[in-house]
């Protein structure tokens, strides 16, 4: 027995929940009540919810009742309909198999006139349980069909509200659409994603229940709240994944990749946004470079998100040039209690552990140098910022959209083949693809440059430590750290700012 996922689309509001398992089910038990044979129902075996169709989902009271007839624990079976037992051919030859080798089982179905104990009745369930996954297939093929007009339409079809959406999916919430645009914002300049999630679990959303959910309060994670901030619904692009492409993929899928194009142009769904395309490129693509970093490793084992301090990986040794990283004091001691930490050259980590210095004292001294230089150079680094022309590939951009139309207007008169015309599109999108890229990358570059602004560094003590360091990196290029006696006081004259290029040096 299982729901008809076919008539589950139409049902009434008044149906209850597994009513139509309840109704299989009781007209299963009024045939076993008329057979001529004393039947008796000794199990029930129940995949609701357990496609037949999918190659790729053991049904496990399936697979108990073939056990179970194979055993002789059970002598027969009684079901509604073939679909409703097998849909793949497999599943049905498997069924066809234990009634050849035991012809004295009863195998006898409510409606298609079914009988499993003989030839002709065997050959009955195999050709409907084989229509059926045709039917199956049919219908998928169509909804995928379907599905992909809308998306090019940019018309919404049935889903649950996405977050940062009110109820109607097209108005934004003020409040989960302001997290999101401050998240795309702050991106560039050193937001995390591990940040917006915490966000959201402090912000009481727990993510959609599925058949895997278990009880209790769920927290979102990583992943899902990744896959809200890159979803191309939030600068107002339609996407689409085909279902055999979810089914295939091993893990989650980049949704930037799956954006519905018409005519080389993407297309723009029929709901409010909470950026622009560019502000959401600029957040993708760093996102983007940064799961490369992390899987690509450093020799440290870190990446530029991970560090708990100031100057990890900035500071340099002034001995042999090697990254410094941040490396706490004995607990107990009085420089724990004093410092906490100090900025070490590790021989681990390919150096020659020649220099330690104390944390605290060179944070606070780079820190101030920073935030002054910063402050004396505003004027020229707004200006950078307004120099960067992310728009400088866009006329190129609509060559394109308006050559593909070209091409597919000379196909469909027959001036060219679909062939040459398929290797042209392909050229085309191929272009596309790389200047959209470049743009996404002078939008992110117009973004860190603007990170150094007063605006932006108004609120520099509200900025988590990821935040700060990625606005020093702007503008530091590294912090020599120059050898001192053993035993000496911290001496700021040993402490070396390299600014990067365009930077007054101090």
């Known amino acids: 027995m299982s729901e008809d996922k076919a008539m589950k689309g139409l049902a009434s509001t008044w149906r209850e929940v597994e009513e139509q398992v309840k109704e299989q089910e009781d007209a299963i038990r009024a045939l076993a009540s008329v057979l001529p044979d004393d039947v008796t129902i000794v199990r029930d075996y129940c995949d609701n919810n357990t ?52 012809p004295e089982y009863i195998g006898l179905s409510v409606e298609g006139s079914v009988n499993l104990a003989t030839v002709e009745g065997r050959g009955m369930f195999v050709m409907q349980a084989t229509v059926g996954n045709m039917e199956i297939g049919n219908t998928r093929r169509r909804v995928a069909r379907t599905n992909r007009r809308v998306a090019e339409k940019g018309v919404m079809h049935g889903a649950p509200r996405a977050f940062g959406w009110g109820e109607d999916r097209r108005t934004l919430d003020d409040v989960e659409s302001k997290m999101i645009r401050d998240a795309i914002l702050a991106i ?85 946004a909470p950026c622009s395309p560019d502000e959401w490129q600029a957040a993708v693509d760093e996102i983007k470079r940064r799961k490369e970093a992390n899987k690509a490793g450093l020799k440290s084992g870190k990446h530029d998100t991970t560090a708990s301090h100031f100057l990890s990986g900035i500071a340099r040794c002034g001995k042999c040039s090697s990254p410094m990283w941040s490396n706490p004091y004995k607990r107990g001691t009085g420089a724990y209690e004093k410092y906490r930490f100090r900025y070490a050259c590790l021989s681990n980590q390919g150096g020659c552990g020649g220099i330690t210095r104390v944390g605290p004292p060179i944070d606070e001294l780079v820190e101030t140098a920073f935030l002054l230089e910063t402050r004396v150079t505003l004027g020229s680094d707004v200006a950078k910022a307004a120099e960067i022309d992310e728009t400088v590939h866009d006329r190129r951009l609509s060559e394109i959209a308006s050559e593909i139309e070209d091409v597919n207007a000379r196909r469909k008169a027959g001036r060219i083949s679909t062939s040459s015309a398929l290797d042209m599109i392909e050229d085309l999108e191929g272009e596309r693809e790389k200047l959209t890229s470049k743009r996404g990358q002078l939008a992110l570059q117009k973004r860190k440059k603007a990170m150094l602004t007063p605006d932006a560094l108004a609120d520099w003590e509200g900025l988590t430590m990821t935040e700060k360091r990625t606005r020093l990196k702007a503008a530091v290029r590294a912090v020599i750290v120059h050898p001192a006696g053993r035993g000496k006081r911290f001496d700021p004259e040993l402490i070396e700012v390299v600014w990067q290029k365009n930077q007054a040096a101090t």
């Open 51 to 102: 496609p037949a169709s999918d190659p790729f989902i053991v049904r496990q009271d399936f697979e108990n009742m073939l056990k179970d007839l194979e055993a002789g624990i059970i002598r027969g079976i009684l079901f509604l309909h073939s679909d409703r037992l097998a849909r793949l051919v497999y599943d049905a030859a498997r069924v066809c198999r234990v009634f050849e080798m035991n």
């Open 188 to 272: 560039p300049g050193g937001y995390k994603v591990a940040d917006f999630r915490r966000a959201l679990i402090e912000y009481g959303y727990e993510p959609k229940r599925n058949k895997k959910s278990h009880d209790g309060i769920r927290k979102i994670q990583h992943t899902a709240a990744e896959a809200i901030l890159i979803s191309p619904r939030v600068a107002g692009y339609r996407f689409h994944v085909p279902e055999s492409m979810r089914r295939a993929a091993s893990g989650r899928l980049w949704l930037p990749d799956f954006i519905v194009y018409k005519n080389g142009e993407p297309v723009r769904g029929d709901w409010e």
